[in-house]
């Protein structure tokens, strides 16, 4: 079964930084698109970033230059370490894991992240 639970969200000011983790058990990240994904008060979830096998990674425009994903094959666990935080970066924070050449999704509980002076 598998279990995805986020960890590292918090209060920031403007400009400062985050960096979030997903521990992940129940699955081999080679076989999977893992990714983070943000929902803000009012808006429906929406991709920041995905990272797959080989490390190819997609980003959203509004975090590119900001935010970086990676992960730890060997922990099984998914970082984002962002950067440079705006108060629009305020959202719950997901990750999430989609089995290859499948339409089957995994999410974690989420993670509050708010940038706030």
């Known amino acids: 079964q598998v279990h995805l639970v986020e960890s590292g969200g918090g209060l920031v000011q403007p400009g400062g930084s985050l960096r979030l983790s997903c521990a992940a058990s129940g699955l081999i990240f080679s076989f999977y698109v893992v990714g983070w994904y943000r929902q803000a008060p009012g808006k429906q979830r929406e991709l920041v970033a995905t990272?797959?096998?080989?490390?190819?990674?997609n980003y959203a425009d509004s975090v590119k230059g900001r935010f970086t994903i990676s992960g730890d094959n060997a922990r099984n666990t998914l970082y984002l370490q962002m950067n440079s935080l705006k108060p629009e970066d305020t959202a719950v924070y997901y990750c999430?894991?989609?089995?290859?050449?499948?339409?089957?999704?995994?999410w974690g509980q989420g993670t509050q992240v708010t940038v706030s002076s």
């Open positions: 990272i797959t096998t080989g490390d190819s990674t």
């Open positions: 999430n894991a989609r089995r290859l050449f499948t339409n089957v999704d995994y």
